[in-house]
């Protein structure tokens, strides 16, 4: 019986909704935020409601005990909507809290990954202009306060071990400023993968691990109408074209705000493959309804809070085979916690 070893741990975060106006102090002049009762109500308006401070501690904390309890190197992965309405202010926030500490006039936390922006992608809330209305030219050039889109990021593998190939993709890319997909937070990004086929070898080498980065979710279909959170069909199709003849076996997404692990099924032109897909629920985004929603929203109960959560990815080696497994953790009152039974291990 061989041992497993250990290879490599990414922790997997998304839909922060940093938001200049809600940190711990100093909060600038700007409009107020919107009445809480339209984020609870209105799926596209969630992000609204902007980050939780007490969960931005927590993420800190959680990130400390993972580089403590595991022997690889702890990478940091963000899958889009970094900010609440992509101001500026907001992305030098991301850089300050991600990237190093926040002064301390916002109570001096941070993650201290000087490389976050290595496996971040933008969402669509960062395609903002810069207020509290989505339809609008974008208030930041991404490719400047982000990695430019779409690039892929290659990981070594340790000691002649797979290497893992990150495909950054930008999910909103072909998303008109002002257009019912970007209202209804709808992804179109035909051109990405235009692009990324041009680039990338077909198939992968046989020691090559392929990891698709996006922030909408390529399980998840809107049951709405008009759909909302969903990939937009055409684009759909060109996805799942992608996804088989590149022999992609991970996507991490988010977007949805709940999270989900499981094994997906892709099918192309007769054939099926299956893929680990991750999806992040929101970690850092206000998370709880205010205590005065009786009176804001008279009209019955609101709806069921969401839960923050986060993800750690660990590449094992167990034996002469290799496995990618994922495991959930919740916010509570005391920060992430291992969700029991969460973990999925998926032979590669």
Same mark, same amino acid.
Request: aromatic residues 6%; negative net charge; charged residues 20%.
């Given at each position: ?14 839909? +922060? ?23 609870? !109500?209105? /799926?596209? *308006? ?9 969960? +931005? ?5 959680? $990130? ?5 309890? #595991? ?31 926040? /002064? ?10 000087? #490389?976050?922006?290595? *496996?971040?992608?933008? &969402?669509?809330?960062? %395609? ?5 209305? =989505? ?17 892929? @990021?290659?990981?070594? &593998? ?10 950054? @993709?930008?999910? #909103? ?7 019912? =997909? ?17 680039? *990338? ?10 990891? $698709?980065?996006?922030?909408?979710? /390529? ?45 997906? /099924? !892709? ?18 985004? *206000? ?7 009786? @009176? ?10 969401? @839960?923050? =959560? ?7 080696? %167990? ?6 497994? !994922? ?9 992430? +916690?291992?969700?029991?039974?969460? =973990?999925? !291990?998926?032979?590669?």
């Amino acid at each position: 019986m061989h041992p497993r070893e250990l290879l490599a741990t990414f922790l997997h975060i998304s839909d +922060l909704h940093l938001d200049h106006r809600t940190a711990a102090a100093g909060m600038p002049p700007g409009a107020p935020l919107p009445s809480p009762l339209f984020y609870g !109500v209105i /799926p596209p *308006l969630r992000g609204y409601a902007g980050h939780h401070d007490i969960a +931005l501690e927590h993420l800190e904390e959680f $990130l400390e005990d993972l580089r403590l309890s #595991d022997p690889t190197p702890v990478r940091l992965i963000v899958t889009g909507d970094v900010t609440r309405n992509g101001h500026a202010s907001q992305f030098n926030m991301a850089g300050e809290y991600l990237g190093g500490r926040l /002064p301390p006039a916002r109570a001096s936390m941070g993650l201290e990954v000087r #490389d976050w922006r290595d *496996l971040t992608i933008p &969402g669509n809330h960062d %395609h903002w202009p810069g207020k509290d209305n =989505s339809l609008g030219v974008p208030a930041c050039n991404l490719n400047s306060v982000l990695n430019p889109t779409p690039e892929t @990021v290659m990981v070594p &593998g340790p000691g002649g071990n797979p290497d893992i190939l990150f495909i950054r @993709v930008n999910s #909103d890319a072909d998303v008109p400023a002002r257009s019912p =997909s970007r209202f209804f937070a709808n992804g179109e990004f035909t051109s990405q993968l235009w692009h990324l086929d041009t680039i *990338l070898p077909t198939p992968p080498t046989d020691n090559e691990i392929r990891v $698709l980065l996006l922030h909408h979710s /390529p399980g998840y279909v809107s049951s709405k109408t008009p759909a909302q959170l969903s990939i937009e069909p055409s684009c759909r199709r060109d996805l799942e074209s992608f996804i088989v003849r590149h022999k992609i076996r991970v996507v991490m997404c988010g977007h949805v705000h709940e999270h989900t692990v499981g094994i997906l /099924p !892709v099918t192309w032109n007769d054939q099926t493959v299956e893929v680990l897909e991750a999806r992040c629920g929101s970690t850092t985004q *206000l998370d709880r309804h205010p205590l005065l929603w009786p @009176v804001l929203w008279p009209f019955g109960a609101p709806p069921p809070d969401h @839960v923050n =959560s986060l993800l750690v990815h660990r590449l094992w080696k %167990h034996g002469t085979a290799h496995e990618w497994e !994922v495991s959930v953790h919740r916010r509570t009152t005391t920060g992430f +916690l291992t969700e029991p039974d969460s =973990s999925i !291990v998926m032979p590669l």
